[in-house]
Structures are given as structure tokens and as C-alpha cells.
């Protein structure tokens, strides 16, 4: 069942280690472990925080907040948390990257998606490891609050990105109001979101977002590829699978690959792609210089490649990539 949930703050994080010392394996040992460390602590901040873990998606996870102000703080004090973990010892640097968005989201299976959910993984995917970027719904709600000071990012496809440069001290991070349960997604009532909130005294309100343009019907059927197997579907096809099972449209033979893994559906004439693993899809369209993660799906546009894994690389020999295009 399909709900839809009030606003929420919407926080991706995703880990990274950096090797600060001449590799060996017990350095790699302690990037492990420090990494599963880091994740840990990324749970319970969020819990501290009065916030949900929803799922991941490769190795990013996706927590949902009652409010932007909350999902600010938690990117805050992750980021203190996993600074006061670190073991300099082992050689090995552990950052979170982090992309936290505002708005109304759709809530299946206790899993979250929409737009808000969309926004959150193009800005993780600008952030670079230990930065937070937030769009402009959080910067709206956050107000002309003193205690969070942002810098302009710029444009990230449709999505305008500002960088968090400042943040109120750990001791009124510590003060909490009384904790409330984090919601319960899966029961989740649907409601009418709530009301964008109203414009800073301090700073005009921003303008309306043009609406967006009628998505253009693509050349041709999609055409896809993989090895020796080219393949042509159209929307009358009305959904095409990719996974490692047999039954799959089109079957890859990588172990990481799910048996369902992917799916391509069609809004009108336009196909996209839909992430049905926990394991992840990437889409690069070519000439392209970095990846989409498809958080809740990505439209397939001129030529590129899509990997059924969290990131491109993961297979040497591309047993999990295949190639798509129209015409």
C-alpha cells in the first residue's frame, strides 16, 4: 500500500575511508573495521536524532527526519561523531558525505520516495566526503536561524545545492526537547502536505519554480545490449526486467547481481529505470563524467550504460553493465 506522508527531511549518507599510510593488510583490517563502525554510528545518531533508518541503497544510507531543522542536526553531529571515533593509529580516514532534502514523500513498504527522496541522492552524489549539501526546501525551512550557516553551492540538475559551513556548538546539540517515537512509516495516514513555511522577514521569498516541460518521446524503440544479445523494446512493452534469473528480459551473469535487479517502466513514451535491489543501480549517460544512483528512478536519455551494482567498476569484465540507447 501507497501512502503519502507529510514533509520530512530526507538525509543520505554514505561513508568513505582514505588510507593515510603505506597499504598493508592491517590497515585494510582497520578500515573495515572502523568502517562498520561508522555505520553504526550513523543509526544512532539518527535514532538520537528522531529519525528513522528507511534502507540503503548500495552503500548509501537513506534516513527520514519529522522535520528539516532535525535532519540538519543529525548531518551535524554525524559528522562530530564520526570525528571523535576516528583512530589515527590504524592509519585509515573515515568521512561521510552527506545530501539532505525537504519535502513531501511517498511511503511503500515502510520505504520512502518521491522527489524529496530524488533530491537527497543529487546531492549526495556532488558531495564530496565529509561535506554536506542541502537544497533549497531545507534552506527555506530552516529560515534566518543563526545557527546553521550555509554558502551557495549552485545548480545541480534541477535541484539548487547549498553548502553547510557552520553549525551551532555540541553543547546545544546535547540539550534535546523530549523524544517522541520517530514515525511509524508503514502506518503512515495519508494526508495533504503541509504548506511550504513562510518566507524569512530577513531575506526575500524565493521565486517559483517554472513548471517543468512535457518530457519528449525518445527516437526510436530503447535498444539494449549486453554481450552478444541486442534487444528492442517499446512502451507497449509496458515493463522490461534485468536481472541474473533466466526469466529476466535481459540476464546477466555477474554474482553481485540480483535475480530481479532492475526494472524498466514507461511514463507515456519515456522509459526510466527502477532499482529493485539492495544492492544498487547506476545509470552514466555518455560523455558523461559522473554516474546517476537510481534512488527512485532515472530516465534514460540518448546513449549510456546502466550497472546493476552501487557504482560503476564493481565487475572488471562489465558483467554487470549493459548498454542502452534509441533508434
Known amino acids: 500500500m501507497i501512502t503519502l506522508s507529510n514533509s520530512q527531511g530526507l538525509m543520505f549518507a554514505q561513508i568513505s575511508t582514505d588510507q593515510t599510510k603505506d597499504a598493508s593488510a592491517l590497515g585494510g583490517w582497520f578500515g573495515a573495521q572502523q568502517a562498520g563502525q561508522a555505520k553504526a554510528i550513523v543509526t544512532d545518531t539518527v535514532v538520537a536524532c528522531r529519525g528513522v533508518v528507511t534502507h540503503t541503497v548500495g552503500d548509501a544510507m537513506l534516513s527520514s527526519f519529522p522535520d528539516a531543522q532535525l535532519a540538519v542536526k543529525a548531518a551535524l553531529e554525524l559528522q562530530r561523531r564520526l570525528a571523535k571515533a576516528q583512530s589515527p593509529g590504524a592509519g585509515v580516514t573515515v568521512k561521510v558525505r552527506i545530501g539532505v532534502a525537504f519535502g513531501p514523500v511517498r511511503v511503500m513498504a515502510g520505504k520512502v520516495s ?10 549526495l552524489e556532488k558531495a564530496m566526503p565529509g561535506e554536506i549539501l542541502v537544497d533549497q526546501a531545507v534552506k527555506d525551512a530552516l ?15 534541477n535541484v539548487n545545492a547549498f553548502r553547510v559551513v557552520g553549525g551551532p556548538p555540541p553543547a546545544e546539540l546535547a540539550s534535546t526537547t523530549p523524544v517522541r517515537p520517530p514515525p511509524d512509516l508503514a502506518r503512515t ?27 519528449a518521446a525518445p527516437a526510436g524503440p530503447l535498444v539494449l545490449r549486453y554481450g552478444e544479445t541486442e534487444k528492442r523494446f517499446t512502451a507497449a512493452d509496458a515493463e522490461v526486467t534485468l536481472g541474473r534469473a533466466l526469466d529476466n528480459h535481459i540476464a546477466l551473469t555477474a554474482a553481485h547481481v540480483s535475480r530481479k535487479h532492475a526494472k524498466i517502466v514507461w511514463e507515456g513514451p519515456v ?57
Do not use: W
Request: with cysteine; proline share 14%.
Open 114 to 123: 518521491g522527489d524529496a527522496v530524488t533530491a537527497a541522492g543529487l546531492l
Open 189 to 215: 495516514r495519508e494526508v495533504k502536505p503541509a504548506p511550504p513555511p513562510p518566507p524569512s522577514a530577513a531575506e526575500p521569498a524565493a521565486a517559483p519554480r517554472p513548471a517543468p516541460k512535457p518530457a
Open 271 to 327: 522509459p526510466y529505470v527502477v532499482n529493485l535491489s539492495q544492492n544498487g543501480t547506476c545509470v552514466k549517460y555518455e560523455g558523461a563524467m559522473r554516474s546517476h544512483m537510481v534512488v527512485d528512478k532515472v530516465r534514460l536519455l540518448g546513449n549510456g550504460q546502466i550497472a546493476l551494482a552501487p557504482h560503476f567498476g564493481l565487475s572488471d569484465s562489465n558483467e554487470d553493465v549493459v548498454s542502452f540507447s534509441f533508434g
Open 143 to 157: 529560515g534566518s536561524s543563526p545557527d546553521v550557516k550555509l554558502a551557495p553551492h549552485g545548480g545541480i540538475e
